[in-house]
C-alpha cells in the first residue's frame, strides 16, 4: 500500500527539519520545498497528497501558492503555517481552501493530531464517493427499458418531475412495472442526486414501529428509548424519501404524512418542536386510490396532496412491442451477473414470450429470462425451458380470413373464431369460467385443467371478477358457460361453448 505523501513547505529549515523528522516516523513519505519556486517544482514531481504551507516565504505568499495548488488538484489538503495562529490571513486561508492551520512555535503532537485528521476526512470522503458512486453505477444498470408511446410519455414525465425538482410524486401501476426503477430515475437525475435516496416499505413495517421510522424518536419517549435517534425524513436531508406502497399506510399515519408534506416540517415521537424536512418525497401504489378515498381507506386530502404530478406505469401487455428489447437487455445483464455469454433468444422463444400476458409485469418477464439462462447449456435461448404456462399461452394462427380456424394446444381441441373476432382476454377468460366450472368451483382443481399454478388462476380470477364458482357478478351479461364437451366454437354472435 502507497504511503500518504506530505510537502512541507517552509523558509525556516529547522521548522521543515523538524516536521519532515516527525512525519517521516509516522509512516509518511515527506519532501521539502523552501521558497514559492521549490514548492512548484515539487508539486509536479512530488505529487503531494497535503501541503504543509507557510503563509510568508521569501520569493512569494503562501496564500497565492493555495490557490494555486487548488485550482491544480481541488482533492489536495492543505495545512498552513502562519507565525500568528490568530492572523487575519490564516482565516482568508480557510476560506480559499485549506483544510487547518497552526501556528508557530508548534506542538509536534498537535500537529500530528491535525495531519492525522485531515488524512482521516480523505479517507472518509474517498468512501463516500466510492458508495455513491456505486448507487449510481447500479441505478444506471437497472435501467428502465422501452420504445413504445406509453414508455416515451413515462420517460417524458421523469424528466419533467427531476427538472422542475417537483416536490411530490405519485407513481401508480400494477406489481412489478417498476415503481421503484421510475422513484430512484427521478432522484439521479435531479439536482439532488448528491443527497440521500432512502425508500421505505410501508406494508413491511408495523404501524407501531412506522412513526419512528419515518420521524425518529428523542431520548426518552418510550421505555427503551436511551438516545435520540434521527428517522427517515431527517437522514434524507436534501435528497428524496421514497414511500413505496403508500396506499398500505395506517390511516392515523396519513395524517402525519399530510403534516410533512404540506408544511415540510415533522416532529420527533416525544419532541416538544418542529424540525424541517428538505426532502423530496416520491409515493408508489398498485392500489387504486380513487377508490380508497371513496371507500374510507385513504384519507383524501393527503391523495390530492400527493397526486400533484402523477406517472402511470403501463402493464407489459399493454406495450409487448417493448418485450424484444426488454428480453435483449436482460440477457446483456444477467450475463454480466452470472458469467455467461447468452448472444440472444431465439424467434420461437420470442414468440412465446411476446404472447404471453405477463400478471406479474417486467418483474416476472425478469425471472423467466433469468431461469432460462441457468437452465440454457448453448448460446440461444431456446423455448425448451419456458414454463407451461408461457407455453401454453402460443397459438399458431392461419390467416383468419381464409378458414378461420385456429388451432391450439389447449386439450388437443380446436378453436374456431367467429367472423367479428374476439380478444385474447376474452377467451382467457372463458376458459377460466369452463375450468371452474368443471372443477365444482376448486380452485386447485382448475388450476391443473389450466396447466397453471393456483396463484396465477386466482391473480386471473381477480383481475376478471370472477368468484370461486365461476360465476361472474350480478352487474355482468355474459354467459356463463355451462357443462359440455369444453370445445369453443362460433355462433352468429360470437363466441359458446359446446
Not at 58 to 72: I, M, N, Q, V
Not at 148 to 156: C, D, G, Q, R, T
Not at 316 to 323: Q, S, T, Y
Not at 441 to 452: H, M, P, V
Request: glycine share 6%; with cysteine.
Amino acid at each position: 500500500m502507497s504511503k500518504n505523501r506530505i510537502l512541507v513547505v517552509d523558509d525556516e529549515k529547522l521548522i521543515s527539519w523538524s516536521l519532515a523528522a516527525s512525519l517521516k516516523k509516522d509512516g509518511y513519505e515527506v519532501d521539502t520545498a523552501a521558497s514559492g519556486a521549490e514548492a512548484v517544482q515539487k508539486f509536479e514531481s512530488f505529487k503531494p497528497d497535503l501541503v504543509m504551507l507557510d503563509i510568508c516565504l521569501p520569493d512569494t505568499s503562501g496564500l497565492e501558492l493555495l490557490k494555486r495548488f487548488k485550482a491544480a488538484n481541488e482533492d489536495l489538503y492543505v495545512i498552513m503555517i502562519t507565525a500568528y495562529a490568530n492572523a487575519d490571513s490564516a482565516v482568508q486561508a480557510l476560506q480559499d481552501g485549506a483544510e487547518d492551520y497552526f501556528g508557530k512555535p508548534f506542538n509536534l503532537e498537535a500537529v500530528k493530531h491535525v495531519v492525522e485528521r485531515a488524512f482521516e476526512k480523505r479517507r472518509l470522503k474517498k468512501e463516500v464517493d466510492y458508495f455513491r458512486n456505486e448507487l449510481r453505477r447500479k441505478s444506471d444498470h437497472e435501467k428502465m427499458v422501452g420504445n413504445s408511446p406509453k414508455m416515451i410519455e413515462v420517460f417524458k414525465m421523469i424528466k419533467i418531475c427531476a427538472d422542475a425538482d417537483a416536490k411530490t410524486v405519485l407513481i401508480t401501476g400494477e406489481s412489478g412495472t417498476g415503481k421503484e426503477l421510475v422513484a430512484k430515475a427521478i432522484h439521479y437525475h435531479s439536482a439532488r442526486a448528491d443527497a440521500p435516496f432512502i425508500e421505505v416499505n410501508c406494508a413491511s413495517i408495523p404501524e407501531n414501529l412506522l412513526e419512528n421510522e419515518l420521524f425518529g424518536h428523542e431520548k426518552g419517549a418510550y421505555t427503551d428509548a436511551s438516545r435520540r435517534q434521527k428517522g427517515v425524513f431527517e437522514l434524507a436531508e436534501g435528497g428524496s424519501v421514497f414511500l413505496d406502497e403508500i396506499g398500505d399506510m395506517p390511516y392515523q399515519m396519513q395524517a402525519k404524512i399530510l403534516k410533512a408534506t404540506e408544511t415540510k416540517r415533522f416532529r420527533r415521537l416525544g419532541g416538544q418542536e418542529d424540525v424541517e424536512a428538505n426532502v423530496r418525497i416520491i409515493t408508489a401504489t398498485h392500489q387504486d386510490l380513487p377508490r380508497m378515498v371513496k371507500e374510507g381507506k385513504f384519507r383524501g386530502d393527503l391523495f390530492f396532496r400527493l397526486n400533484v404530478m402523477n406517472i402511470c406505469l403501463p402493464k407489459l401487455r399493454e406495450r409487448k412491442e417493448d418485450i424484444e428489447s426488454l428480453v435483449q437487455y436482460f440477457i446483456e445483464t444477467l450475463n454480466e451477473e452470472y458469467g455467461r455469454s447468452i448472444t440472444h433468444a431465439a424467434p420461437d422463444t420470442l414468440e412465446y414470450l411476446t404472447r404471453y400476458d405477463w400478471p406479474g409485469n417486467v418483474r416476472e418477464l425478469r425471472n423467466c429470462i433469468e431461469r432460462l439462462m441457468m437452465l440454457e447449456q448453448g448460446k440461444v435461448l431456446t423455448p425448451e425451458f419456458l414454463n407451461p404456462e408461457i407455453k401454453q399461452s402460443r397459438v399458431a394462427a392461419q390467416d383468419p380470413e381464409s378458414s378461420g380456424v385456429i388451432s391450439t394446444d389447449f386439450a388437443g381441441e380446436h378453436i374456431v373464431l367467429p367472423s367479428t373476432g374476439i380478444s385474447l382476454e376474452e377467451l382467457e377468460k372463458m376458459l377460466i369460467q369452463l375450468a371452474l366450472k368443471k372443477s365444482g368451483g376448486n380452485q386447485s382443481k382448475a388450476a391443473k385443467f389450466l396447466k397453471t399454478s393456483r396463484d396465477t388462476l386466482r391473480y386471473r380470477m381477480k383481475k376478471f371478477g370472477l368468484s370461486d364458482s365461476g360465476k361472474e357478478g350480478e352487474n355482468e351479461n355474459l354467459e356463463t358457460p355451462v357443462a359440455g364437451s369444453g370445445v369453443p366454437h362460433a355462433s352468429a354472435d360470437g363466441l359458446r361453448w359446446a
